[in-house]
């Protein structure tokens, strides 16, 4: 009886220090974000002519508590590399595509409950999860099958109120990304106005075929030692 009792007050504290919370996870308010972009180059390379908007993708929204999450040491625009988002134990919330009205660049992906530390406090917007948004090309159904496809993506990572949701309207924006600084490609090919912090999605470089060959021979290599070691 007193396991019983014990495990029940365990369970009750865990679902006590986890509540629910939502963000809008969408960037079709002219006031918000600005469009996603796509780029033919690499990240090494990239300039604003080389930038347009994206006529089909898929974006993702990952998040966690910022006292259960890896730091993200992101770059000067919140952006991070794949490594870093597969250490940092972000959750998936949500997927949503390129904008039903047929907009470049934009996308509505509706309300979306996340699991956030803390609870709120007086309904009011005290909680904060760490998020990260992710965009990919191609029809790959997840980041990690976009990445290992070779298709162009990007994530881009920010810290951001959670609203109390149910049938609260007071559900926020996802401000976090609102308030990053653009890249100078973004820029330069939009100007200064509204300063939009677009998420890049950079091709990722294709492999020399000198460094393929390489990379065969290196294995080949491998295979015949690893034989004449058993012989």
């Known amino acids: 009886m007193k396991k019983i009792i014990i495990i029940t007050a365990i369970t009750g504290l865990s679902l006590a220090s986890y509540a629910q919370g939502n963000v809008a ?8 974000l600005g469009l996603i972009d796509i780029s033919s180059a690499t990240a090494a390379n990239t300039t604003a002519a080389t930038l347009a908007n994206a006529s089909a993708f898929t974006v993702a929204l990952f998040y966690g508590s910022p ?7 992101s770059d000067a625009y919140g952006q991070i590399s794949y490594s870093q988002f597969q250490g940092a134990g972000l959750s998936l919330a949500a997927t949503a595509v390129k904008d039903s009205l047929g907009v470049n660049g934009q996308f509505n992906g509706g309300n979306v409950t996340l699991g956030v530390a803390g609870g709120y406090s007086g ?14 090309t ?31 309207v007071n559900i926020p924006d996802m401000t976090g990304w609102n308030s990053l600084t653009a890249t100078p490609a973004v820029t330069a090919l939009y100007g200064n106005t509204g300063n939009y912090p677009d998420l890049v999605m950079y091709a990722q470089p294709v492999p020399e075929p000198g460094i393929l060959a390489l990379a065969g021979l290196g294995g080949f290599g491998m295979l015949m030692a690893l034989r004449r070691k058993k012989a």
């Open 25 to 32: 996870f969408q960037n079709e308010s002219p006031d918000m």
């Open 67 to 73: 006292a259960s999450v890896t730091p993200l040491a």
């Open 123 to 136: 309904g009011s917007y005290t909680v904060n999860d760490v998020m990260a948004v992710a965009a990919w």
């Open 138 to 168: 191609g029809n790959y159904s997840t980041l990690a099958l976009a990445v290992a496809g070779g298709a162009s993506y990007g994530i881009i990572t920010f810290v951001n109120p959670v609203g109390p949701g149910g049938t609260s």
